[in-house]
């Protein structure tokens, strides 16, 4: 995957690194280690230079962020009532616990966007519960325009400064992206098993 990613950022530049943020964003296996910190690594070698790197997959990644959540928010969470009711065993939820779900999303809904774009595998699914619980549009580009930029200015600053061994950033991050995803799956079963309705 790397050879034709690579391929594309020295052919398209800053629009190929912009493209490949919002594709990694809307089909999550396309990895953003290897993307930003390969425009990183182009970046050292001084074909385009580091913050126009980090502003162009900011700007990708967010488009694809901001599609899920307006389709998200097109959907509502009212849609969804009859499925929770009928699935909510399997669903580890009922709608009551969506109702304070939703209220608690209001206080701390920009903590939970902003840190959640900062974790791998988490970071593509935050754009749906801000849509669905209709966060505000103004905070949520705020708030996930911060985490995203973070998160595409550490891969791409680590690729920079590690040059031709920017293959070391995937082999850090995609351990701790299969940690995240082992836990979400421990998490959900142990929901499943423990999860009673709300009296």
């Known amino acids: ?75 509502g969470l009212e849609r969804f009532k009859p499925i929770i009711d009928r699935f909510g065993r399997w669903l580890t939820m009922d709608w009551a616990e969506v109702q304070r779900g939703e209220k608690w999303f209001r206080s701390h809904g920009a903590v939970f966007v902003f840190f959640g774009r900062l974790l791998p595998t988490v970071r593509s699914l935050v754009s ?38 920017y293959t070391d950033v995937e082999h850090y991050i995609g351990p701790l992206s299969t940690a995240i995803m082992v836990l979400l799956v421990l998490w959900y079963f142990w929901r499943v098993l423990t999860w009673k309705p709300s009296v």
């Open 128 to 165: 749906v519960p801000a849509g669905l619980l209709h966060m505000s549009l103004s905070r949520f580009l705020f708030w996930s325009t911060l985490g995203t930029t973070g998160w595409t200015a550490l891969l791409a600053i680590a690729g920079y400064e590690l040059g031709q061994r």
């Open 1 to 75: 995957m790397g050879d034709w990613v690579h391929q594309l950022i020295e052919q398209s530049g800053y629009l190929g690194v912009a493209f490949l943020m919002f594709a990694e964003t809307v089909f999550p296996p396309i990895p953003s280690e290897v993307i930003m910190s390969l425009a990183g690594l182009q970046a050292a070698k001084g074909t385009m230079t580091l913050p126009g790197v980090i502003a162009c997959g900011t700007f990708g990644a967010m488009l694809g962020n901001t599609f899920w959540y307006l389709l998200a928010r097109a959907l």
